[in-house]
């Protein structure tokens, strides 16, 4: 399967923040979410991504082709939509959408029709008098029209009341009906990553902490509840994330399940009542407790 | 079925009605063409103009200075009309091409062969004429100075041409900051409002100079004429896709002629013997002929030239090159004929004939079938 | 890096900053159409009036060119819709240049061949065209400077400085060359004297010019991404 990105060993280096030896790839037709906190380094990833910015180290390619050298030619097929990303106030979506369909020759105006009604935006106002939500869906609208085979969107749903966000969503979602389409896309939002993404990357610190299909998470973390002594120690448990103890109840998280482990616990005096599955929110911030290891 | 044909039948009405807005463009032109032969027999003029005849009759006065009332405020009403026109068909940016194509590239072109060819005709005709007008004698003691310092040209005729870029400018600046408003409101106040509150609007342009006017041949916007040609340019803009709109004043045509041919023969006696400053009661006489005079012209034009014919519409599309090309021509056959002691109205009929003759020839073979046709035709 | 550009795209993006600024743009032309009338009245106070309106315009397109195009572009983060779009930072530097030599050139080579008209045409002395030329020259080199800087800095407080500062230092300057003889002396006569003076400031002021567009141009050209 060809990949619509591959980076190796890319790192980027700023005053007070370092992306380090990030290697990740997405095949063609797959569509990732980036998860991490502010800071995590997952803007400075898709300006990587876009060619905006250069690597201090390490190699881009996005559908074969090198960035940012490449980057006139790569970002013909790449839609990209930030959260810092502003239009022009005082112009309106239809002078945007007539500029972007001079830019790209695959601008598809039905589709871009069709996304206007969905996405209810009256095309002749002026952008500055949109609301936040009008204006990301503006945006998408102006990335989508185009019919990039790679889609880039940066906290897309940020700030989105829950209909906006559904829609948005939805959209997303009818992108990837086209099997060549990939989407990279970014969230504080674990519930829209677990919802439309087939794999998931976190970024903590400005380093890959883990990238893996979205079931592999689900099947290797746990929850269990349980009764255990007050005080208890679990040294010789790597796969334990997490334990919290409210009198001689006991949470404990896991991120790496295996079968034996309350048998192993039992031992230490440790009875597990309940074997949970955990969310990806529940997961993330999990791992970003434990110091960003997954 | 019947809703089609309607729909045709306006469409050839109104195309019939541009064709008349054409016409009315042409018919501006060639008088321009007349007006500036005549000048050579005005006596109002004698002492102004450097191909002024021996002879005069004041006959011409009479007639020059009505026509020069109408003729150019007529001419910039229809500009204003195409300006619209062209901006609603081709946009602005096509709209700025065809300014520099049919306007800015002719006056480029145009003004320093006019401005060369007028000069050394204006000399050689100082120093060879037996029979000079007052200027030309004065010119004639000026060039045997050899102190005479230079005097920086004009614009001369094409003056018309530099107006319409600015007022081409003038629409851009105005469709950008949405003066469109001010216009709509004026128009709104509906044809007979417009037709009375135009005079006031023109006033202060005459009232701000001399009368009869002068040509703005400056390299600066007259302010006068600004104001004097600027309404009529509006207007024209605002005209675009109501054709009809003064059509409810069609009873009142007669009366306002009436009207203007009574303030006309007012202002021509207040003219006196020469050019003076204007005062207001000069001015508002001149601002009621120009404005109600074209809006006459105006009307009879879409009612008698709304029809297509062969003959006009070569006259309609040389009309354009045979005002361009025309004054040194009638300038070299005024200056030949200023010795020869023929009738008035001799003169005055072969110079405009043999001028329209060349233009139209000229126009024939120089411009009608080669690419010039696209600046000039 | 190969130093290839992408015409149709930069013809777009400074059809873009037109359409984005033609309104403002059209008040100016509005204003500079009043100082050309005011010049029209041939009026000694519609004279100085109408060049010193026409001054202002000139100053006020050049600040005005670079802080629309560049300065409020960065601030109202239109810039990273901009470079998202299928263009290369030299493409982007390409256009915001020529978009901005238009903008400030077309006035600037119109207002100085009315001026130099003026002073040819009229009964003023034309030693005042040396004079003339050494301030529009000044006009040239502030307006360079400042879109240098505006292309390189991205602090708006050291933006609007040097933009103001630039522009006002045209008194000391007016001054300064008031002290030179060979400048001062032949502007109240009939005579153009380009003196050696004269000539070695305005080589300057061009040179300074140009050096401070190329250099700005090359280093943006020559960077490989944005950020």
């Given at each position: 399967m060809t990949a619509a990105f591959s980076v190796h060993g890319l790192c980027k280096r700023y005053d007070a923040f370092a992306l380090q030896d990030i290697t990740l790839e997405l095949p063609e037709g797959s569509i990732m979410g980036l998860v991490g906190v502010n800071g995590a380094g997952k803007t400075t990833l898709l300006r990587l991504l876009t060619g905006l910015a250069a690597a201090d180290a390490g190699s881009v390619v996005v559908h074969g082709l090198r960035l940012p050298e490449q980057q006139v030619e790569a970002k013909r097929s790449i839609g990209f939509a930030s959260e810092d990303m502003r239009l022009y106030r005082k112009m309106s979506l239809d002078w945007h959408m007539r500029f972007i369909a001079q830019i790209y020759p695959t601008w598809d105006a039905d589709y871009a029709a069709a996304l206007l009604r969905r996405f209810d935006l009256r095309s002749s106002q002026a952008v500055g008098e949109y609301s936040h939500g009008q204006r990301v869906k503006a945006l998408l609208l102006l990335s989508l029209a185009r019919r990039p085979r790679l889609l880039l969107l940066d906290?897309?749903?940020?700030?989105?009341d829950p209909v906006a966000r559904v829609e948005v969503l939805e959209a997303l979602a009818e992108v990837?009906?086209?099997?060549?389409r990939s989407v990279l896309f970014s969230s504080h939002n674990t519930h829209d990553i677990e919802q439309l993404a087939d794999s998931i990357a976190f970024l903590h610190g400005g380093r890959l902490v883990a990238h893996a299909d979205k079931e592999r998470f689900f099947d290797q973390w746990r929850r269990l509840l349980g009764l255990g002594p007050v005080g208890l120690k679990l040294e010789g448990f790597p796969e334990i994330a997490s334990i919290r103890a409210a009198g001689s109840q006991v949470e404990i998280k896991v991120r790496s399940w295996q079968a034996d482990l309350p048998a192993r616990l039992s031992k230490e005096g440790v009875e597990v009542q309940r074997i949970d599955p955990m969310t990806l929110e529940d997961i993330f911030v999990t791992s970003v407790r434990a110091g960003g290891q997954l | 079925m019947g809703v089609a044909r309607r729909f045709i039948e306006i469409a050839l009405m109104s195309d019939a009605r541009i064709h008349a807005f054409d016409h009315l463009r042409a018919l501006a032109m060639l008088l321009g063409v007349a007006f500036h032969v005549g000048l050579a027999y005005s006596p109002l003029m004698q002492s102004f103009w450097l191909t002024a005849d021996r002879r005069t009759w004041v006959g011409f006065d009479v007639v020059l200075w009505f026509l020069h009332l109408l003729r150019m405020p007529l001419f910039f009403l229809v500009a204003g009309f195409f300006t619209a026109w062209l901006d609603e068909r081709r946009g602005m940016g096509g709209l700025a091409r065809q300014r520099v194509r049919r306007i800015l590239v002719p006056l480029v072109v145009f003004w320093p062969l006019t401005h060369v060819a007028m000069t050394r005709m204006t000399v050689l005709a100082a120093r060879?004429?037996?029979?000079?007008s007052q200027v030309l004698s004065f010119l004639r003691e000026w060039l045997l100075r050899d102190d005479a310092p230079m005097t920086l040209p004009s614009l001369g005729h094409l003056w018309f041409l530099y107006y319409l870029l600015l007022f081409s400018v003038l629409f851009w600046v105005g469709r950008c900051l949405d003066f469109g408003a001010v216009l709509r409101r004026w128009m709104a106040l509906g044809a007979p409002l417009v037709a009375a509150t135009l005079p006031f609007l023109i006033l202060p342009g005459f009232a701000l100079t001399s009368a009869p006017h002068p040509a703005p041949e400056s390299y600066f916007p007259q302010l006068w004429a600004l104001l004097v040609y600027g309404p009529f340019f509006a207007l024209g803009v605002g005209l675009h896709g109501r054709?009809?709109?003064?059509?409810?004043l069609r009873p009142w045509l007669l009366p306002a002629t009436f009207v203007c041919l009574g303030c006309y023969a007012l202002f021509y006696h207040s003219l006196g013997s020469g050019q003076a400053e204007a005062p207001w009661a000069t001015a508002a006489l001149q601002a009621v002929i120009a404005a109600w005079g074209t809006l006459c012209c105006l009307m009879l034009g879409l009612r008698l030239l709304a029809r297509p014919s062969s003959k006009l519409r070569f006259v309609g599309a040389s009309a354009y090159w045979t005002y361009l090309a025309h004054l040194p021509l009638v300038f070299a056959i005024q200056y030949v004929l200023l010795d020869r002691d023929w009738p008035l109205i001799v003169k005055f009929t072969l110079t405009t004939l043999v001028t329209l003759a060349l233009c139209f020839a000229s126009y024939a073979l120089l411009v009608r079938c080669t690419p010039l046709r696209r600046f000039v035709g | 890096m190969k130093l290839e550009c992408n015409l149709p795209v930069i013809r777009l993006l400074v059809q873009k900053d037109w359409q984005l600024f033609q309104k403002q743009l059209a008040a100016y032309v509005l204003a500079a159409f009043v100082a050309l009338t005011l010049l029209g009245l041939a009026k000694p106070w519609s004279f100085y009036l109408g060049s010193l309106l026409l001054i202002v315009i000139l100053v006020a397109v050049a600040c005005f060119a670079i802080s629309t195009s560049l300065l409020v572009e960065r601030k109202e983060q239109t810039l990273a819709f901009v470079m998202s779009?299928?263009?290369?930072p030299l493409d982007f530097t390409l256009a915001k240049l020529a978009g901005n030599l238009l903008t400030f050139g077309v006035p600037f080579v119109v207002i100085l061949g009315g001026t130099l008209a003026v002073i040819l045409g009229t009964p003023l002395p034309n030693g005042l065209v040396v004079l003339a030329v050494l301030v529009f020259g000044h006009v040239l080199l502030a307006y360079s400077a400042s879109l240098a800087v505006a292309m390189h800095v991205e602090s708006e407080g050291w933006n609007t400085f040097v933009m103001i500062a630039s522009m006002v230092l045209i008194n000391p300057f007016l001054m300064a060359i008031g002290q030179i003889e060979e400048i001062a002396g032949p502007?109240?006569?009939?005579v153009i004297v380009w003196s050696s003076a004269a000539l070695m400031i305005l080589g300057a002021q061009v040179l300074l010019s140009v050096v401070a567009i190329v250099f700005v141009a090359w280093r943006h050209g020559r960077r490989a991404a944005f950020y």
């Open positions: 906290e897309p749903t940020t700030g989105l990837l009906r086209d099997e060549r | 060879e004429v037996e029979h000079p054709l009809d709109f003064f059509e409810p | 779009l299928p263009v290369s502007t109240q006569g009939d």
